[in-house]
Structure formats: structure tokens, C-alpha cells
């Protein structure tokens, strides 16, 4: 646009004022780049010189004849540092008759290495510490890093059980290569391993319940599997906090364990032991329970949400689920902002902890619109078909987490997180979804033996996140669907595999897949070898519940191949009328209530219909 209007006044100047202005702009142009020029570049060292000038060049920004910039000159400086080649840079610029400059660098280069040198090491050869740091042969020599080197290597030893080991460094300098080399003087000491660890002042709980607290465990002889037997003291404090959580859980709210009674022995220089003394201190019940600010709930369905009642155990864990299960009550009903605030109020007469929920309730919300962030591959209808939730019903807390739970099971994501975002309408939440893409394409390959089957060469290709019509896209992902190719070749059978699946068909909670194959085997029987072919079509559908029924027919044709000729009668008659076809039709029913399909930890606490995607409103960011 700026340059259409300045034609346009030229067309209106006079002829000659635009020859004036014509003639103006070299002029103007050689104003502008008139200035000082590098004439010399010059590179002084301070102490040694191991880097040539032609390896500086190549790093920095200016060159002999260009115009003077010190915006160059600290780009170049800058690059030079990241080199790692030198411990101090300077540059003076300095003013030659003419008008032009000479630039001139002062460095003091770092030292290189020459040799790194393992001496003392018995037990872990030289290779295997060499993996442990980053300071290596030719790179630069740097004390800091070279420090953080030996940290490291004990750190190596000591998740080995020398935690007794001391590495010094000794570093000679050849002044005149500006080369130098590294030694690590290795003192590995003995090994020691944890041969007990025992407890002092515990009544409430035997040695063996406390041991089963700690990751802290003494060596037995699958220790070099499993790792155990190995002093680590990192590890240590927290097995102390997680036994101060064992025994504050289970009402001992006065317990002491610390450092000061912990006792370290040796009973010989390779074992340990290590003793832990304990104040249990008094175990604390549960007194009266009261609850205030609660209008939309009658007492008796609160206290029946709870799991601590007078005369149970007190456990803070316990109370903070208990206040979780309050909040859903709540949640599950739209009244989002309810806030639940437990008191804990030591009673002094029966000595035990009465409770007292003060409930603020709050106003009930609904869902207004459902914002997607983060997902790059998956579309969005792929998110939304899981959700329970949907614009304009109520915003029920329960129901989110079910979703985010069914999110996460679909494997499309490495990070699931679902939260109920302000609007400016009044009594409506956004329901936001963030995810993170992962991995959901697998491809592997490999080979076998076992006495059936000798040598077998396998693949498989799998997309658990397929779009079969991106077809035109080379990655043909998105759609939510199955893929799966296998093949396999052994010396007595082989298999090939072709499986799809669409688990939303017409954007309903039905899913529809086939697998084709081809299977022949010779150790079915010595007599013959056995060759299948055909298709397996299903349909799966959601019934009730956590309960999906399944049905599916299965067409394919065998076909028995190399009868032996002294194979029983009634194989021999088969062969005659191979190949045959066979057609079966099978349902299946399966509840499933794991919260997570490959690492479950509970059971799903109830279930949500599926929406009809027709009604749910989509915004992406």
C-alpha cells in the first residue's frame, strides 16, 4: 500500500522535480552506508595458542572490508564463548589514518585435552567411568565440568554400594601444546551391602509391617536384580518420611522419627546395619463429628458419604477423602464452587479428635461450551465422543473426572487434564480440555527360537489413533481408529494379519472392525499341515453399565495340505473334501471397571451414558 501512494505523487509532481529527486537517492543511499570499514583484523593470545586463526574466523561475524558494527563484533563474541575454547574474550577497536578501524581480539584460550586417565579403579573398568562423564579426549579442558565429573562417578559408585568411595583429580598442563591431562585418582574402598535393618520402640507395628514401608531393604540373594542391599541416602529420608505417613495415617499423630535415631553399624567393613528408634507416641480415635452449612443436603446423606465415624482410627488420609467425597457430592449435582473445610478439635476430657465440617455452599453451574487445547493430530470430535459432559447440562464434577479418565485410556495422549474455566455468564463454566499429543503409531520387528517352533521372523505395523480417509496424508492419523498389519515366518508356520477397527460408527458408541488372516501350521498334526483363510467381522456395543456385548461371524476356509499317506482314515477322507469352509457366529459380554487400562489402581467408581455428538458444541484453541 505505502508504495502504490508514492507512485501515485510522483505521477503529480513536475517533470522536473522528479529528476531532482532521482538524482537525490544515490546520494541518500551512500550516506547512509558511509561509516568507518574493518581494515585489519588482528587476534592476540594471552597465555597460549592452540586454536588457529582460520578456526576463529570461521566462528565470528566480521571480515576485513566490511562496514564497522559493534553489534557484530558482540555477536561474534558471543559465538566464541559458545566454543568453549576460551576462558576470557576482549576486543579493542582501535582508529587507523583513513578513518577506518582495526579490530583486535584478546583471548586467553582454554586448554584442551590431551589423555583422561582412570588410576585405583578395580572394580569398574576405565570404559564404563568414561560413560559417566562428559569431559572428553580433544574437548576443552574445564574445571567446572571436570568437577562435576567426579560427582557423578560417586554418584555411580555410591548407587553401587561404595559409598565409601573418594575420587581426587590431578590435572598436569603442557604449556607449551596447550594441551593437558586429566587423571581421577580412584579410591573404591569396600562395597558395602545393608545386612539388616531393624526398629527400636515399636509396639503398635512389627518389624516386618515397618520394613514393608521402606525402599530401603537389606541384601538377599536376588539382590542383584532387584537392586536391594544398596545404601542410598536420598532414598533413606524418604522411606523416614513415609514411615512418619505409615504411622500418622494410622492415628499415631504424635510420632517422632528422625535423624538423631538413626544408628549406623558395621559389624564387619562390607556389612551394614542400620537401627531406627522410634516414639510412637499416643494413637488418636475419632470423637463427635459435626457438620454446619449444608441446605441442600439433609445431614443423614453427608454423614453416610463419610468413611470415618466415632471411634474409628483417625487418619488424615482418610479425612481428606472424606472431604473429596463431600466436594463430588456437591460436584456431581453443578454446585461447583462448594468449599468443604474440615477442623480437627482435640477433645481433652475423651482424649480423641472430634471433627467439625463447616460446608459454603455454592451456586449451581452449567456447561456453556467445551474449549480443546493441544491436540495437533487428534480431532476434536475423537475428544468430545468421550466426555459425559455436553453444553447446556449440568456441570457435574463426577462426570468430568469419568471423562478425563476415559481420555486418558484411549492411550492418543501422554497428558490428560479437564477443568471448569470462569465465564462471564453467570452460573456457566467452560469445560477445558488439555492434552498432550504422544506416540500412538508402533512399529516393531524381530526374531525368535523355542522348541516348537525353532526360528520364527516377525513385524507388525499398529496405529491406535488410524484415519483411514487421510489417505493422502503420509502420517494417517486422527480419527481414533485401529490399524494393525502382522506377519510372521517361521520353519513351521507363518501368519499374516490385516485388522481395522472404527470404534464410534455413525458417531455412536458402536464399534465395527474385521480382521483378515492367513495362518498355516505344520504342528497341528504330523500328518498334515493345516492352511486358514478368512475374515472375522464384529460389532461391540455398551449395554449398561460398564457391560459391552459383542457379536461377530467368522467365515474361513481350511484347507489340510501334505496328508501323509498313513495318516488315520478319517483325516485322509477330510483331505478329499479340503478345502472347506466354515462360518460361526459368537457374543460376547465383558464388564470392565479398571480407571486405567495399563496401569490400574482402582475400580471406576460408576459410569456415564455416552453423548450424542449431534448436540455438543466444539471450540478449539
Same mark, same amino acid.
Given at each position: 500500500?505505502?508504495?502504490?501512494?508514492?507512485?501515485?505523487? *510522483?505521477?503529480?509532481? $513536475?517533470?522536473?522535480?522528479?529528476?531532482?529527486?532521482?538524482?537525490?537517492?544515490? &546520494?541518500?543511499?551512500? &550516506?547512509?552506508?558511509?561509516?568507518?570499514?574493518?581494515?585489519?583484523?588482528?587476534?592476540?593470545?594471552?597465555?597460549?595458542?592452540?586454536?588457529?586463526?582460520?578456526?576463529?574466523?570461521?566462528?565470528?561475524?566480521?571480515?576485513?572490508?566490511?562496514?564497522?558494527?559493534?553489534?557484530?563484533?558482540?555477536?561474534?563474541?558471543?559465538?566464541?564463548?559458545?566454543?568453549?575454547?576460551?576462558?576470557?574474550?576482549?576486543?579493542?577497536?582501535?582508529?587507523?589514518?583513513?578513518?577506518?578501524?582495526?579490530?583486535?581480539? #584478546?583471548?586467553?584460550?582454554?586448554?584442551?585435552?590431551?589423555?583422561?586417565?582412570?588410576? =585405583?579403579?578395580?572394580?569398574?573398568?576405565?570404559?564404563?567411568?568414561?560413560?559417566?562423564?562428559?569431559?572428553?579426549?580433544?574437548?576443552?579442558?574445564?574445571?567446572?565440568?571436570?568437577?562435576?565429573?567426579?560427582?557423578?562417578?560417586?554418584?555411580?559408585?555410591?548407587?553401587?554400594?561404595?559409598?565409601?568411595?573418594?575420587?581426587?583429580?590431578?590435572?598436569?598442563?603442557?604449556?607449551?601444546?596447550?594441551?593437558?591431562?586429566?587423571?581421577?585418582?580412584?579410591?573404591? %574402598? !569396600?562395597?558395602?551391602?545393608?545386612?539388616?535393618?531393624?526398629?527400636?520402640?515399636?509396639? &503398635?507395628?512389627?518389624?516386618?509391617?515397618?520394613?514393608?514401608?521402606?525402599?530401603?531393604?537389606?541384601?538377599?540373594?536376588?539382590?542383584?536384580?532387584?537392586?536391594?542391599?544398596?545404601?542410598?541416602?536420598?532414598?533413606?529420608?524418604?522411606?523416614?518420611?513415609?514411615?512418619?505417613?505409615?504411622?500418622?495415617?494410622?492415628?499415631?499423630?504424635?510420632?517422632?522419627?528422625?535423624?538423631?535415631?538413626?544408628?549406623?553399624?558395621?559389624?564387619?567393613?562390607?556389612?551394614?546395619?542400620?537401627? #531406627?528408634?522410634?516414639?510412637?507416641?499416643?494413637?488418636?480415635?475419632?470423637?463427635?463429628?459435626?457438620?454446619?452449612?449444608?441446605?441442600?443436603?439433609?445431614?443423614?446423606?453427608?454423614?453416610?458419604?463419610?468413611?470415618?465415624?466415632?471411634?474409628?482410627?483417625?487418619? $488424615?488420609?482418610?479425612?481428606?477423602?472424606?472431604?473429596?467425597?463431600?466436594?463430588?457430592?456437591? =460436584?456431581?449435582?453443578?454446585?461447583?464452587?462448594?468449599?468443604?473445610?474440615?477442623?480437627?478439635?482435640?477433645?481433652?476430657?475423651?482424649?480423641?479428635?472430634?471433627?467439625?465440617?463447616?460446608?459454603?455452599?455454592?451456586?449451581?453451574?452449567?456447561?456453556?461450551?467445551?474449549?480443546?487445547?493441544?491436540?495437533?493430530?487428534?480431532?476434536?470430535?475423537?475428544?468430545?465422543?468421550?466426555?459425559?459432559?455436553? $453444553?447446556?447440562?449440568?456441570?457435574?464434577?463426577?462426570?468430568?473426572?469419568?471423562?478425563?479418565?476415559?481420555?486418558?485410556?484411549?492411550?492418543?495422549?501422554?497428558? !490428560?487434564?479437564?477443568?471448569?474455566?470462569?465465564?462471564?455468564? $453467570?452460573?456457566?463454566?467452560?469445560?477445558?480440555?488439555?492434552?498432550?499429543?504422544?506416540?500412538?503409531?508402533?512399529?516393531?520387528?524381530?526374531?525368535?527360537?523355542?522348541?516348537?517352533?525353532?526360528?520364527?521372523?516377525?513385524?507388525?505395523?499398529?496405529?491406535?489413533?488410524?484415519?483411514?480417509?487421510?489417505?493422502?496424508?503420509?502420517?494417517?492419523?486422527?480419527?481414533?481408529?485401529?490399524?494393525?498389519?502382522?506377519?510372521?515366518?517361521?520353519?513351521?508356520?507363518?501368519?499374516?494379519? *490385516?485388522?481395522?477397527?472404527?470404534?464410534?460408527?455413525?458417531?455412536?458408541?458402536?464399534?465395527?472392525?474385521?480382521?483378515?488372516?492367513?495362518?498355516?501350521?505344520?504342528?497341528?498334526?504330523?500328518?498334515?499341515?493345516?492352511?486358514?483363510?478368512?475374515?472375522?467381522?464384529?460389532?461391540?456395543?455398551?449395554?449398561?453399565?460398564?457391560?459391552?456385548?459383542?457379536?461377530?461371524?467368522?467365515?474361513?476356509?481350511?484347507?489340510?495340505?501334505?496328508?501323509?499317506?498313513?495318516?488315520?482314515?478319517?483325516?485322509?477322507?477330510?483331505?478329499?473334501?479340503?478345502?472347506?469352509?466354515?462360518?460361526?457366529?459368537?457374543?460376547?459380554?465383558?464388564?470392565?471397571?479398571? %480407571?486405567?487400562? #495399563?496401569?490400574?489402581?482402582?475400580?471406576?467408581?460408576?459410569?456415564?451414558?455416552?453423548?450424542?455428538?449431534?448436540?455438543?458444541?466444539?471450540?478449539?484453541?
Amino acid at each position: 500500500m505505502t508504495h502504490q501512494f508514492n507512485r501515485g505523487i *510522483l505521477c503529480l509532481m $513536475p517533470v522536473w522535480l522528479c529528476m531532482l529527486f532521482l538524482s537525490m537517492a544515490p &546520494a541518500a543511499l551512500n &550516506a547512509q552506508t558511509e561509516g568507518p570499514l574493518i581494515a585489519d583484523i588482528r587476534f592476540e593470545f594471552t597465555d597460549i595458542r592452540n586454536v588457529s586463526d582460520e578456526a576463529i574466523l570461521a566462528r565470528i561475524q566480521i571480515r576485513r572490508g566490511m562496514p564497522y558494527s559493534q553489534t557484530l563484533i558482540d555477536r561474534s563474541i558471543r559465538s566464541l564463548h559458545e566454543t568453549r575454547l576460551f576462558d576470557f574474550i576482549d576486543v579493542q577497536s582501535e582508529a587507523l589514518p583513513g578513518g577506518n578501524m582495526q579490530v583486535t581480539f #584478546i583471548l586467553t584460550a582454554r586448554y584442551r585435552i590431551d589423555t583422561i586417565r582412570f588410576v =585405583g579403579n578395580q572394580r569398574v573398568n576405565s570404559r564404563r567411568l568414561q560413560r559417566e562423564i562428559r569431559s572428553t579426549a580433544g574437548g576443552p579442558l574445564d574445571e567446572r565440568q571436570i568437577n562435576q565429573d567426579v560427582q557423578d562417578m560417586l554418584k555411580f559408585y555410591r548407587e553401587r554400594g561404595y559409598t565409601d568411595a573418594v575420587i581426587t583429580t590431578d590435572i598436569q598442563r603442557d604449556q607449551r601444546t596447550g594441551r593437558g591431562t586429566v587423571t581421577f585418582n580412584i579410591n573404591e %574402598n !569396600v562395597r558395602i551391602r545393608i545386612a539388616t535393618v531393624e526398629f527400636v520402640g515399636n509396639t &503398635a507395628f512389627t518389624t516386618r509391617q515397618l520394613r514393608r514401608q521402606m525402599q530401603t531393604k537389606r541384601r538377599w540373594f536376588m539382590s542383584w536384580l532387584t537392586g536391594s542391599g544398596r545404601f542410598d541416602d536420598s532414598k533413606f529420608q524418604e522411606d523416614l518420611d513415609r514411615l512418619r505417613q505409615f504411622y500418622t495415617n494410622s492415628g499415631f499423630l504424635d510420632v517422632s522419627i528422625n535423624d538423631a535415631g538413626v544408628t549406623i553399624s558395621y559389624p564387619d567393613p562390607s556389612r551394614m546395619v542400620i537401627t #531406627i528408634a522410634i516414639d510412637e507416641g499416643r494413637q488418636y480415635r475419632v470423637g463427635d463429628i459435626t457438620i454446619e452449612g449444608n441446605t441442600l443436603f439433609d445431614i443423614g446423606v453427608l454423614f453416610r458419604s463419610l468413611s470415618l465415624v466415632p471411634g474409628d482410627v483417625f487418619s $488424615p488420609e482418610r479425612l481428606d477423602e472424606d472431604v473429596e467425597r463431600l466436594t463430588d457430592l456437591y =460436584g456431581a449435582l453443578g454446585y461447583l464452587d462448594t468449599i468443604v473445610r474440615p477442623e480437627r478439635r482435640p477433645n481433652l476430657q475423651t482424649g480423641d479428635i472430634d471433627l467439625h465440617y463447616v460446608i459454603r455452599e455454592s451456586e449451581r453451574f452449567e456447561v456453556e461450551s467445551i474449549v480443546i487445547e493441544g491436540n495437533t493430530k487428534t480431532q476434536s470430535v475423537v475428544i468430545v465422543r468421550e466426555l459425559a459432559l455436553a $453444553p447446556g447440562r449440568v456441570f457435574n464434577l463426577v462426570f468430568m473426572k469419568n471423562s478425563e479418565a476415559r481420555l486418558r485410556n484411549t492411550r492418543f495422549f501422554e497428558e !490428560v487434564r479437564l477443568s471448569p474455566e470462569v465465564t462471564n455468564i $453467570p452460573n456457566r463454566r467452560n469445560l477445558r480440555i488439555r492434552v498432550r499429543e504422544g506416540r500412538t503409531g508402533n512399529f516393531q520387528f524381530g526374531a525368535g527360537f523355542s522348541s516348537l517352533e525353532n526360528v520364527v521372523v516377525f513385524f507388525e505395523v499398529s496405529q491406535s489413533n488410524f484415519d483411514i480417509m487421510r489417505w493422502q496424508s503420509p502420517f494417517l492419523q486422527g480419527a481414533g481408529q485401529k490399524f494393525r498389519f502382522r506377519g510372521s515366518l517361521g520353519s513351521r508356520s507363518n501368519e499374516l494379519v *490385516l485388522a481395522f477397527e472404527e470404534p464410534w460408527l455413525f458417531q455412536q458408541r458402536l464399534s465395527l472392525g474385521f480382521e483378515l488372516f492367513r495362518r498355516e501350521t505344520d504342528f497341528v498334526s504330523s500328518s498334515y499341515n493345516e492352511l486358514r483363510t478368512g475374515i472375522e467381522v464384529y460389532l461391540r456395543k455398551r449395554l449398561f453399565g460398564l457391560v459391552d456385548g459383542q457379536l461377530a461371524y467368522t467365515f474361513e476356509i481350511v484347507d489340510l495340505k501334505d496328508v501323509s499317506s498313513a495318516a488315520p482314515l478319517v483325516i485322509l477322507e477330510e483331505a478329499e473334501n479340503s478345502p472347506r469352509s466354515i462360518s460361526k457366529v459368537a457374543f460376547t459380554m465383558v464388564r470392565d471397571t479398571r %480407571n486405567d487400562l #495399563i496401569f490400574t489402581t482402582r475400580a471406576v467408581v460408576c459410569s456415564s451414558p455416552p453423548l450424542s455428538l449431534v448436540s455438543v458444541g466444539i471450540r478449539s484453541t
